[in-house]
Every structure is written in C-alpha cells, then in structure tokens.
Nanobody, 130 residues
Framework: QVQLVESGGGSVQAGGSLTLACAIT???????MGWFRQTLGKEREAIAI????????YYADSVKGRFTISHDAAERTLYLQMNSLKPEDTAMYYC????????????????????????WGQGTQVTVSS
C-alpha cells in the first residue's frame, strides 16, 4: 500500500517561498499525484495535479504561475515549489496518490476531488503572515 509523508511546511512572510516534499513508499506503476490544501471549515481543494510519467499538469487558478508541482522518480518524491506566497495560502497541505488510469498522462488532471484519491499523507501546515 502506498505511503506518503509530507515535509517542508512552516511559517513564512508574504512574498516568500517554501518547498513541500512528499516522500513516497511502496508505489509500483504509474500514479496520479496531487497536492491539496484545506482550511478550517472548508473542503479539501486540489491545487496541483500531475502524472508520475510524462503528462499534463493541473493548477488551480489561485496558485497558477506561483506554484510548481514536480515528481522525481529517482528520489521517489513529489514536490511543490511555492513562490510569492500570500496570506490566503495559509492552510494544511496534503499529498495524495491514486493509481493512474489508462491514458493517465491526459486523465490525471481531471482527478480534482478528494474522494478520487486512495492514499494520503498526514499533512503539513503552511502559515503565511502579512
């Protein structure tokens, strides 16, 4: 069973940068992987999605141009580079994974709902102060 462990969260001032990492174990084959975030009282929101092979990526409008998702197969790690952070980026950030369907290089970007992912990390908190 896939196991995911996030790291890299913390506190930063607005305009700063952070890089989140998601260490992956027991993953075989191709997967859809994503970063979600959640604040108190709100649903978990997909902000970046990728395919562990070569394929398309998805970014929520709120982070497009500021965040970059990447997967390093050799390091077995999913990253989220976050630049130009804003106070509204404050949230708990989660890494998620689910086996990719045939055509995952095109279809993974459609998996934007929490229930579509079978594996989750424990989350890492990001706090951005103004």
């Amino acid at each position: 069973q896939v196991q995911l462990v996030e790291s890299g969260g913390g506190s930063v001032q607005a305009g700063g940068s952070l890089t989140l990492a998601c260490a992956i174990t027991y993953m075989n084959g191709r997967y859809c992987m994503g970063w979600f975030r959640q604040t108190l009282g709100k649903e978990r929101e997909a902000i970046a999605i990728t395919y562990t092979g070569e394929g398309n990526t998805y970014y929520a409008d709120s982070v497009k141009g500021r965040f970059t998702i990447s997967h390093d197969a050799a390091e077995r790690t999913l990253y989220l580079q976050m630049n130009s952070l804003k106070p509204e980026d404050t949230a708990m950030y989660y890494c998620a994974a689910d086996p990719a369907p045939y055509g995952g290089n095109y279809l993974c970007v459609r998996k934007k709902v929490q229930s579509e992912y079978s594996a989750w990390g424990q989350g890492t908190q990001v706090t951005v102060s103004s």
